[in-house]
């Protein structure tokens, strides 16, 4: 449960959201040098579509390993960001990427039912993210389409 908003604005919380999600796509190092773990909580929880839920930094930094196996490269649009602000530690944000997936490229809108969309909800306090759960298709290159029949 998010506790109430302390110690940053929302501002901030959005601020620091968007660094994080620039050092992701900056192969995982912040315009200062600060790695991507360095973001998060010691007993953060992290969730990812077909990975499943990280607890901790260890397993944070496992997933990622993993998920970098297979993504050469991600832009967040971040100048496209849509923000739902709660007053609280706890804030959403929803955008588009493009980039590289071992299978092929992907950009938002290109199918229009491709990857490309998220929706990501953060928890922020004390200039650190406790808890971090992305939704979207984790199928970038559009390959898995025979389940559905629509497309």
């Known amino acids: ?54 607890h901790g930094k260890p397993e944070i930094a496992k997933m990622f390993g993993d998920l970098g196996g297979s993504i050469t490269s991600v832009r967040h649009h971040t100048w496209a960001f849509t923000w739902v602000l709660s007053g609280t530690d706890l804030l959403a944000v929803e955008g588009t990427t493009h980039g590289e997936h071992r299978d092929g490229p992907w950009r938002v809108g290109q199918p229009e039912w491709g990857a490309g969309r998220f929706c990501g909800v953060f928890e922020v306090r004390d200039h650190l993210i406790h808890r971090a759960f992305i939704y979207l298709d984790p199928d970038y290159a559009g390959g898995d389409t025979a389940r559905y029949p629509w497309l």
């Open 1 to 54: 449960m998010p506790t109430a908003a302390t110690d940053m604005t929302d501002e901030q919380r959005k601020a620091f959201v968007t660094a994080y999600l620039k050092a992701f796509d900056n192969g995982g190092t912040g315009h200062d040098g600060t790695p991507v773990l360095d973001f998060f909580a010691e007993d953060a929880d992290f969730f990812f579509p077909k990975w499943g839920l990280a």
